[in-house]
């Protein structure tokens, strides 16, 4: 069965000078500002699409690199994923770069490699952004 979740946002004045506050609808779990400046130069408390698309890849890949290491014979004790998303003004989002480190017990280099590229090619997040670049370092702990 497919699952809805909800987010809105609430912006105020022009792109340059303006800001918003994005809400997190489903869970509840809060509000976050946002704006250009939080895009484009330092954060300063504040978020930006490019964080929260960073913080959705991270977790959906954690969560299918983990399924797949299970599946193989392999739960992982750990896996601690970053996820760099870059942003390039006037061309969009130009990339994305995962690094993965993991505890895996008894399992080899080259099965946690393969199975890091699998999650990479196959989490739901991966599949929604394939009009960027998307790269993965992974290594095993």
């Known amino acids: 069965m497919a699952t809805v979740r909800h987010a809105h946002t609430v912006w105020q004045g022009d792109l340059l000078k ?3 506050v994005v809400t997190l609808d489903s869970s509840g779990l ?3 500002d946002v704006s250009w400046p939080a895009r484009t130069e330092e954060p300063n408390g504040r978020t930006s699409p490019e964080e929260l698309i960073a913080a959705a890849h991270s977790s ?3 969560m299918a690199f983990s399924n797949g290491l299970a599946k193989a ?3 992982p004790e750990r896996l601690e ?3 760099d998303v870059t942003f390039q003004p006037g061309q969009g989002i130009t990339g994305v770069h995962l690094t993965v480190v993991g505890q895996v017990p008894g399992l080899s280099e080259d099965e946690f490699q393969r199975l890091a590229a699998d999650a990479k090619a196959n989490c739901p997040v991966s599949q929604a952004l394939t009009g960027t670049t998307i790269t993965l370092d ?4």
Do not use: D, E, I, P
């Not at 992974?138 to 702990?141: G, I």
């Open 81 to 83: 994923t970053k996820a």
């Open 30 to 32: 809060g509000s976050y």
């Open 60 to 62: 959906c890949f954690s």
């Open 73 to 75: 014979g392999h739960a």
């Open 18 to 20: 303006g800001s918003g």
């Open 138 to 141: 992974a290594k095993l702990a």
